[in-house]
Each structure stands twice: as C-alpha cells, then as structure tokens.
C-alpha cells in the first residue's frame, strides 16, 4: 500500500472532479436562465402590444357604431322622405290619369262641339 495514494487524496481529488462538474452545471444553468428571462422580456413586450392593440379596436368598434347609427338615423329619414314623395307622386299620378281619362272622354263631345262652330 506503500504506492497507492492516500484516501484522503483520492477523496479529495474526487470532490474536486464533483465540484469541477458543479461548476459547469452552474454555468450552464446560468445561461439558460438568461436566455429565458430576455424570452419572457419578450413576451412581455409582446402581451403589451397585443393589448393595445385590443384597446384600439374596442375604440375603432366604438367609432364603427356610432358611425352606423348615424347613418341609420339620416338613411333613415331619407328613406322615411323618399316613401312619403313615392307616396305623394303615387296619388298624383292617379289623379292625372283620371283628368286625363275624362278628358280622352270628352273628346268626342268637344270635337262635335267643335264642328257645331
């Protein structure tokens, strides 16, 4: 035993390997902790502009409503406008065309009328 190393050697040299193999744990543990904390930065970036954007389109939709109910409250009027002159030319149009039957009917009277003269 006289050319075998110490126990105390060896177990020391065997923490040391054991602490060697720690250390690169550590390192490499380390740099993907870092890598995940610039990831969720990101994210977090991300999340922040999809949030404005949603604010925005729950404005944009807010604008889009209220701009249709304008517009369905003046189409509305013309249109309510439109039927009443539809309505009215309708009426008219029956009356001129009853002038103008009894006139096509009156013909006969008023060209003997006429050759009466």
Aim: glycine letters at 6%.
């Amino acid at each position: 035993m006289s050319s075998s190393l110490p126990v105390s050697m060896i177990v020391e040299m065997t923490l040391a390997v054991l602490l060697l193999a720690t250390l690169l744990c550590c390192f490499s543990l380390e740099r993907r902790l870092k890598n995940l904390r610039q990831d969720q930065d990101s994210l977090n970036g991300t999340v922040r502009a999809l949030n404005g954007a949603i604010v925005n389109a729950g404005a944009s939709i807010a604008k889009l409503r209220a701009a249709a109910e304008d517009a369905d409250k003046t189409l509305g009027g013309k249109v309510n406008s439109a039927r009443a002159l539809v309505d009215e030319l309708t009426l008219l149009t029956s009356v001129c065309e009853r002038i103008a039957n009894r006139m096509e009917g009156d013909q006969p009277r008023s060209q003997a009328l006429r050759a009466v003269r």
